[in-house]
């Protein structure tokens, strides 16, 4: 009996213990304010190819990835022909794409990268809506490194239609369109973007900074895990032509892989123009399980416009 009595007084005074803790929370976490979270390099890369805001928008509202920018890597000035060693990223606004949450709202980005971003990236020169160029510089400030945003049509004189000519089409990326098929295909049912700070850290990579996702919305960590963590997968896997067999029947490559496949993603016509035929290729693929033919067939070459293109960009040049 007295024992039975001594329990319930532990659990009481654990209960009481919980009680104050959530109190003190309550009172003192508020005080630590968000936005002084600075982004990162990759926070930046992030805000501006996803453009500004991936899941519904009044810009997008069947969301099917229209007004996002375009990231493209440069090996040098498209204005003044000077070379770019390593080549660098920009991200193309034509007019009408809405701006990046970062460029928009630059607190968003942190004190320090905000300030920058206006006095020397100069990006409150433009207004939602107009082509624009940015880049991702770096300055010193107090000996230390930080990375802002800025403004290259105002300081470089560049256009968006000079830039994509510059790049070509092999050099330009549909990541913000990919982020929104992740979206819209649920991969994050089964997939997350988030390694943690476990044993995770050895297989999937390094758990992100808090910085590395300001501005960007939503931020799809993803909550249940079927499938690898995929934040940082094209620095474990960056074959395009992997992803491109595994995106459009994963079973190509991965035989009892759950993964449905994606081939929908490809439109109703290939690279070429020719219209694909879903029908004949999945009949040649079941004699192939079947074991009557010795390869599979052919994936189809995607179309430059198409989603599995946009997909496979997002994986190949965000999750590094
Ligand atoms: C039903 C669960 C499921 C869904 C939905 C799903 N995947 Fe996967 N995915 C997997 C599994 C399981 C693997 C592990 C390899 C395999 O079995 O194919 C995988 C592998 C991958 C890989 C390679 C991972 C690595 O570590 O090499 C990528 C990239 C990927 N998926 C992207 C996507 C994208 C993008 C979507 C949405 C268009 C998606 N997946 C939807 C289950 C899923």
Known sequence: MA????????GAAG????????MCITLFFPSFDFRSGESTWVGLDKTLSNGRVIGFSYEDPTV???GKPITVVLDKD???GEAFDPPIRAYVY???VPLAAGVRHPANMGPTVSK????KGRISEVADGDPAVFTVESADVNGEEWSYVSNASAIRGWTPDMVLNAAGDDNSFYIGRGKTVYITEGCWWCHTLLPEHTQDWQVFGTPPFLGDFNGEMPTAFGSDRKAPDILHVAARNSSKEWMTMHFFNPRLVQPNSIMPRFDYLWGKQDANGNDIDFDGWRAAYTEYV?????????VPEFAPDSEARAVIDWVLMSLR
């Open 64 to 66: 099917v990835g229209n």
């Open 78 to 80: 498209p204005k003044t």
């Open 116 to 119: 920058l971003s206006i006095d």
């Open 94 to 96: 034509k007019p009408g």
């Open 15 to 22: 209960v009481g213990g919980m009680l104050g803790l959530s």
């Open 3 to 10: 024992g039975q009595f001594q329990k319930y007084k532990l």
């Open 290 to 298: 079947e074991g009557k033919t010795a390869y599979p067939p052919e």
